[in-house]
């Protein structure tokens, strides 16, 4: 099972230092990558629309000779078959001994093939038949697009149930926000329901005041979107290039994130994996000592 650790300041370095990072299905970064990272990671591979799954499997492959673990997506809107879904998942077994896949519905509302939702993915049996072991979903503190709180949080709760039917690991990983309050209230609902699934708190690495808001805009980042515009009226570029600093201070001051079943931090990089991975390497435990009160080792 993914192990979950409940946050501290102390462990927040160790966090920060296994986190997981998204490519492109492109395979572009994957030098870049190589450069900046460590080998172990997780590394998430988009699937966006109009991709050729194929691609995907090449990219996933690449990742695992640089001795990266591949997560591919798996967009459930763009897979036009069940065979399609069987060859995908053969293929990233096979090619890229991929254990984990994150399944989406997909960014078009027009399904290509039979499958409309991540659900439907789940109960087509592919997962369980190709011996995928885990699978990760999305969660959106912000609010889901499609859903309203109650029914999104059913959604999450018939995923844990089809998890432990079929022998697969079920966990969650969020939508990037630009405030830790979201999060934090996200993180009680999915307590409130009884769903202890284990989270990868999803975060927008370093990148212009611009770049961010379009990515936002384009993933329905809604109310936080608010919290962005705020700190580029009060500090300007510099501080956007700093991190998510505030996001990470506002979570792990907070008295409830110590019962948060976290698994893992998860990084965004929309201004490049470079710039993501100069923000790790300059993490600053004597400046999370001071503000937080204990003593964090540095990454």
């Not at 078009?108 to 190709?130: M, N, Q, V, W, Y």
């Not at 975060?203 to 580029?232: N, V």
Request: aromatic fraction near 6%; charged fraction near 25%; glycine fraction near 10%.
């Amino acid at each position: 099972m993914t192990e979950t650790k409940h946050a501290s300041p102390g462990n927040l370095a160790a966090l920060l230092s296994t986190a997981s990072v998204e490519v492109s299905s492109r395979g572009h970064q994957l030098a870049e990558l190589r450069d900046h990272f460590s080998p172990g990671i997780d590394v998430t591979i988009t699937f966006l629309p109009g991709d050729d799954y194929r691609h995907n499997v090449k990219t996933a492959a690449a990742l695992r000779r640089l001795g990266f673990n591949p997560v591919p997506h798996i967009a459930a809107r763009e897979v036009r078959s069940r065979d399609a879904l069987d060859d995908f998942l053969a293929r990233a077994r096979g090619e890229a001994e991929a254990n984990r896949v994150l399944v989406i519905a997909g960014d078009t509302l027009r399904a290509l093939g039979p499958f409309k939702s991540s659900a439907d993915i789940c109960l087509s049996g592919a997962i369980e038949g190709h011996d995928i072991r885990a699978v990760s979903f999305a969660g959106h503190p912000e609010g889901h697009p499609q859903l309203d709180a109650e029914r999104a949080m059913m959604a999450l709760a018939a995923k844990r149930d089809w998890g432990r039917r079929v022998g697969v690991r079920v966990d969650l990983v969020s939508q990037f926000c630009f405030e830790s309050a979201p999060i934090l209230s996200w993180l009680k609902e999915l307590e409130t329901h009884g769903l202890d699934l284990p989270v990868h708190i999803g975060l927008a690495g370093p990148a212009s005041p611009a770049t961010l808001a379009k990515f936002a805009l384009r993933c329905g980042i809604g109310a936080s979107l608010r919290s962005l515009r705020d700190h580029i009226g009060r500090f300007g570029r510099l501080l956007m290039d700093d991190g998510p600093d505030e996001v990470l201070r506002g979570l792990w001051t907070s008295p409830s994130i110590a019962k948060a079943p976290i698994a893992g931090l998860h990084f965004f990089p929309f201004g490049g994996l470079s710039k993501t991975s100069r923000w790790l390497h300059s993490f600053d435990s004597r400046e999370w000592s001071r503000q937080v009160g204990h003593t964090v080792s540095s990454v």
